[in-house]
């Protein structure tokens, strides 16, 4: 079966709409519905040409730190050759929408709705629109934390609908994660995966870890507890987790409840304050 993604639009609602809506901030946690993703809220980038995105994380201080998270919508002919201005950034691409064309150290592939891209640091590359139809996509970059005898990961090239998810032990196939790249392999120090929960699947107890996480539901809806707060979401909503925010879920149905999650992974803490947590410096 063919996996639904949501996109967001843009546009505005009517003036009829009530205000009341599901956007939080707090000390612990940030939930982004999909209905704050209007024409206001986009933003524009130097050297992307008929482009606009979403930013639905960014680094900020006390809060979520170690990356950030753009929707990005191309429309047809619209692109960059110059797609990232930070040598030091790693990226993750996951195409949502429409189809794009990915050109990584001369090299040309296609990324297809469920496409999915890992470019290392200092990595040239640029990506377009070449299609008749909109092109949305997420991007999540990093600043890659080096280790001194550890090369920078590989490009990666990979498509969700051709990788088996890993089910989760003892939840009777209910709960699986897709991953892209193998978690053993400690070049990485971020992880994108989608983690898919079948209807009235749950996760049974309060995950509470170091990990930052930013999770995008791609499908369904589901009720996600977190920190000490019970909160509704549903495809296109967008949640901003803290390091040691208690989290679970109980995916609602009537569908799969899916979404794309983002942690960070495979490093030292670092102890001193402006000092990445491994550098080889």
């Known amino acids: 079966m063919t996996a639904k993604y949501f996109a967001p639009t843009g546009g505005h609602p009517s003036q009829q709409q009530l205000l009341t809506d599901r956007a939080m901030f707090t000390d612990a946690y940030a939930v982004i519905p999909r209905g704050t993703m209007r024409d206001i809220t986009t933003s524009f980038l130097?050297?992307?040409d008929k482009t606009r995105l979403w930013v639905i994380a960014r680094p900020l201080s006390g809060f979520a730190e170690s990356f950030s998270q753009y929707i990005m919508e191309v429309s047809p002919g619209g692109g960059s050759d110059r797609a990232e201005t930070d040598p030091e950034a790693e990226a993750v691409l996951f195409v949502v929408e429409g189809s794009a064309t990915l050109t990584v150290d001369g090299?040309?592939?296609?990324l297809a709705e469920g496409g999915y891209a890992y470019l290392p640091p200092a990595t040239d590359w640029a990506l377009h629109n070449t299609g008749t139809e909109m092109l949305r996509f997420h991007w999540v970059r990093k600043a890659?934390?080096?280790?001194?005898?550890?090369?920078?990961p590989d490009v990666v090239i990979a498509n969700e609908q051709?990788?088996?998810?890993?089910?989760m032990p003892d939840t009777d196939g209910k709960w699986a994660t897709t991953r892209f790249v193998d978690p053993a392999d400690l070049r990485h120090d971020m992880h994108v995966t989608i983690v898919t929960l079948q209807p009235g699947a749950v996760i049974p107890f309060l995950e509470t870890h170091v990990m930052e996480h930013g999770l995008y539901v791609l499908e369904?809806?589901?009720?996600y507890k977190l920190n000490q707060d019970w909160v509704e979401v549903e495809a296109g909503d967008y949640m901003w987790l803290r390091a040691f925010c208690p989290q679970a879920c109980y995916?609602?149905?009537?569908?799969?409840?899916r979404y794309l999650l983002y942690k960070d992974v495979n490093r030292h803490m670092p102890l001193r304050l402006g000092r990445g947590a491994s550098s080889s410096k």
């Open 162 to 167: 051709d990788i088996a998810p890993t089910v």
């Open 46 to 48: 130097p050297f992307w």
């Open 220 to 223: 369904g809806k589901a009720v």
């Open 251 to 257: 995916a609602g149905g009537p569908g799969p409840f």
């Open 144 to 152: 890659y934390e080096p280790v001194e005898g550890l090369d920078a």
């Open 107 to 110: 090299a040309t592939h296609t």
